[in-house]
């Protein structure tokens, strides 16, 4: 049994050290932003940038988490003035994700999950009625930080030894009212995201 029990842990243990995957590089993509519970609004089409790292230690399983810069917010029409609300944040998803296919494939499919955090840095928001733009802080107005959760599906695809292309397509849910109570709103942020990016392969 002793012995059983060894070669189970030895095989075992070669299973993951073989499965173990780290990757680090560059991502980039187009935003489809708005705020929810707000009426006559409409999205907000934008960008986003930043890095990205996963860790897999299992051959379908494995732990994403990106920086990125990301522009938001929404576009209202008040009486006959325009609100363009321009968040700005440093987002911080985490993924817990599932590959599809075996270790080793050029192609593997993925699904993700999990919560998305975010940092207001800056932003304006303007209010144009005719002729005469207002234009003010996002940051004075709105909440610092945001949390949520999301969730999407992608691929990787093997480019060279040690070198992913990553394609990403998210929806993120904002769970804060990132207007304030005082607002007499519930604006919690909604994003949809598509992202393509580059990984590069280190460590064992």
């Keep these: 049994m002793k012995k059983v029990l ?9 299973y993951i050290a073989q499965a173990q ?33 996963n860790y897999s230690i299992l051959e379908s399983a494995g732990i994403g988490i990106e920086a990125r810069y990301s522009e938001e917010g929404v576009k209202q029409d008040i009486g006959n ?26 192609f593997r499919p993925k699904v993700f999950v999990g919560p998305s955090f975010g940092f207001l ?8 009625s005719g ?30 030894e040690r070198t992913w292309l990553n394609f990403d397509v998210a929806y993120t849910h904002g769970l804060i009212d990132v207007a304030g109570s005082k607002s007499g709103s519930d604006a919690q942020n909604r994003l949809v995201n598509v992202n393509l990016g580059v990984a590069f392969g280190f460590g064992e």
């Design 131 to 160: 002729e005469t733009t207002t234009t003010i802080n996002s940051k004075d107005v709105y909440e610092g930080f945001d949390a949520g959760l999301h969730a999407g599906a992608g691929f990787n695809y093997r480019l060279a």
């Design 81 to 106: 003035a325009t609100l363009t609300t321009k968040l700005n944040y440093i987002r911080v998803p985490l993924k817990f994700q599932y590959f599809f296919g075996k270790l080793g494939q050029d």
């Design 21 to 53: 995957v780290q990757s680090f590089g560059p991502t980039a993509g187009f935003n489809y932003a708005w705020l929810s519970d707000l009426s006559n609004a409409s999205g907000r089409p934008s960008f986003n940038a930043g890095f990205t790292y």
């Design 121 to 128: 840095v800056g932003g304006k928001s303007e209010i144009r």
């Design 6 to 14: 060894f070669i189970l842990a030895t095989v075992f243990t070669g």
